[in-house]
């Protein structure tokens, strides 16, 4: 599969409108996916000089934020966007990376292919997923096969209104490590559609390989 661009809708626009209020919330654990992943990656300093670039309120709710508590969807958009706009220039796909750093700490630890946990399982539990990360939106997930050794899903995700940008990139990254983690091989993830657009609807094209052992069947 050609890897897809971003669609310009989940791209970070430094001149987007400011997000609208009330879509939803985020469990904590994805707010402190992101503080760890600038920790680990950049530092104490850089971490610190982050969060100082927030407002009082929002540095409040930065401040050890609970793995399973629920911040407003707009913290986490802010936040993405400071992060970009710190790290951007430097690490083009940060985005991505902080959704696959949220995949390894969620799903790392307890996850182990080994243990008979395979991609369709996962990918199937979708729709459990969103309620474990998100009060807003409807998930679901259809799966086809191409080859014997590749598949592919497509996950869609219903949203009214739409997210603000540029939330569903970080998504790309998150699909893609957590299928890895599942034990998917050559994995490529793209969004062949994004509610900003006007659709309703964020999708998630997925596709894998399998091992000849067959994890994942
Ligand atoms: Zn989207």
């Known amino acids: 599969m050609p890897t897809t661009p971003l669609p310009s809708c989940c791209r970070f626009d430094e001149n987007a409108n400011e997000e609208p209020s009330g879509i939803g ?30 407002s009082p309120s929002d540095q409040a709710m930065l401040d050890n934020p609970g793995v399973s ?15 970009v706009r710190m790290f951007g220039a430097e690490v083009p796909d940060v985005l991505e990376r902080l959704g696959a750093f949220s995949a390894d700490l969620s799903l790392g630890s307890t996850l182990d292919p080994s243990l008979g946990k395979d991609v369709p399982s996962w990918l199937g539990a979708t729709r459990n997923l969103n309620l474990r ?3 807003f939106g409807e998930a679901d ?5 191409l080859q014997s050794h590749t598949h592919e899903a497509v996950v869609t995700l219903k949203y009214s209104p739409a997210p603000p940008s540029p939330y569903c990139a970080s998504g790309i990254g998150y699909f893609r490590q957590a299928v890895r983690l599942c034990g998917g091989e050559n994995v490529e993830v793209a969004i062949t559609s994004c509610a900003q657009t006007g659709t309703g609807e964020c999708r ?14």
């Open 204 to 217: 998630f094209l997925v596709r894998w390989n399998t091992s000849e052992e067959g994890h994942g069947g």
């Open 141 to 145: 997930s259809t799966f086809g096969n």
């Open 69 to 83: 508590g629920l911040y407003p969807l707009t913290l986490l958009v802010r936040l993405d966007r400071a992060i």
């Open 25 to 54: 919330h985020v469990r904590g654990g994805m707010i402190l996916a992101r503080l760890l992943y600038v920790r680990a990656w950049h530092g104490d300093v850089a971490l610190r000089e982050l969060v100082r670039r927030f």
């Open 133 to 135: 990360f998100q009060d």
